[in-house]
C-alpha cells in the first residue's frame, strides 16, 4: 500500500474515530487541499519540500488511530488541510505533459474522496465491534510504523539527481510523445 493510500484511508478511518460532522468535514477538508496543492504543483508554485510535508503523514495519521483518543477536531481539519496540500502538489507537478489538467485533477480528486471513503466504511464496520475497534488501533499502529520505515528510508538514502523521460501515447493524435521530469 503506498504511503499516499495510506494516509487517504488514514484520514476516513480518522474522522470515524472523532465522529459527528467530523466524518465528513475532515476527509472533504483533505480533498480541497488536495485540490489546491494539485493545481499548485501544475503551475510550478513551489512549497519549501513537498517531501516534509509527505514524509510524516503517516506517522502522524497512523499514531492518532492507533491512541484512539478524541482530538480536538480542529486540530485535525488543520493537520490533514497541510497534509492534503502537500500530497496534491506532489500529484499535480507528476502531470504527464499531454493530459489535460482539469481531467487529470478530476482523476486524483476523485480518487482521494473514494480512498476515504474506503476509510470511512472501515471504521464505521469497525467500531460496531469491540475486537473492530482494537483492531483499527492496531492497523494505526501499523501505518505509524510504514510511517516511521517511510522517514529512515527517506533520510538514509540520498535522492538521485536524474531525469526521468516517459514514452507516451497521446490519446489526441496517436504518436508517441516523449515526457521529460527532472
Known amino acids: 500500500f503506498p504511503s499516499h493510500d495510506r494516509a487517504m484511508l488514514s484520514v476516513g478511518l480518522l474522522s470515524v474515530q472523532l465522529g459527528g460532522r467530523a466524518i465528513w468535514t475532515v476527509p472533504a477538508t483533505f480533498v480541497f487541499f488536495v485540490l489546491i496543492g494539485g493545481v499548485m504543483g ?3 508554485i513551489p512549497l519549501f519540500t513537498v517531501e516534509a510535508g509527505i514524509l510524516p503523514s503517516d506517522l502522524v495519521l497512523g499514531l492518532a488511530i492507533a491512541a484512539d483518543r478524541r482530538i480536538p477536531v480542529l486540530i485535525a481539519v488543520v493537520g490533514v488541510a497541510v497534509f492534503g496540500l502537500f500530497h496534491g502538489h506532489a500529484h499535480g507537478t ?3 505533459g499531454f493530459v489535460h489538467p482539469a481531467a487529470y485533477a478530476s482523476g486524483f480528486v476523485l480518487g482521494t474522496a473514494l480512498i476515504h471513503l474506503l476509510g470511512v466504511g472501515l471504521g464505521l464496520v469497525a467500531t460496531r465491534h469491540r ?3 482494537l483492531t483499527l488501533r492496531f492497523c494505526g499502529a501499523l501505518v505509524a510504523l510504514l510511517g516511521v520505515n517511510f522517514l529512515v528510508t527517506a533520510i538514509r538514502e540520498p535522492k538521485p539527481q536524474r531525469t526521468v523521460a516517459q514514452i507516451l501515447t497521446c490519446p489526441d493524435c496517436g ?3 516523449t515526457a521529460v521530469k527532472n
Open 42 to 44: 501544475m503551475h510550478d
Open 94 to 96: 507528476e502531470m504527464p
Open 131 to 133: 475486537v473492530g475497534t
Open 175 to 177: 504518436k508517441i510523445h
